[in-house]
């Protein structure tokens, strides 16, 4: 049976190269990590990593994971 899944964002940022300005100013912290940056039906947008990796970095002190 599918499920949906919503994420809700710990922190938004008005434009996407906002949201990815976040990621690299915690770039070195969080390696070789992967994200996509997701957008809130008002518009906002907030970075998502991907995997366990991300988890072992770090990444879900600052953003949202899913693994």
């Known amino acids: 049976m599918a499920r949906l899944i919503t994420i809700e964002p710990v922190k938004t940022y008005a434009t996407e190269a906002n949201a990815i300005r976040a990621v690299e100013k915690k770039a070195a ?22 995997g366990v990796a991300a988890l072992h970095h770090g990444a879900h002190w600052h953003f949202n994971v899913v693994a």
């Open 29 to 50: 912290a969080l390696g070789d990590t992967r994200y996509f940056i997701h957008r809130t039906p008002e518009g906002r947008f907030f970075p998502v990593f991907i």
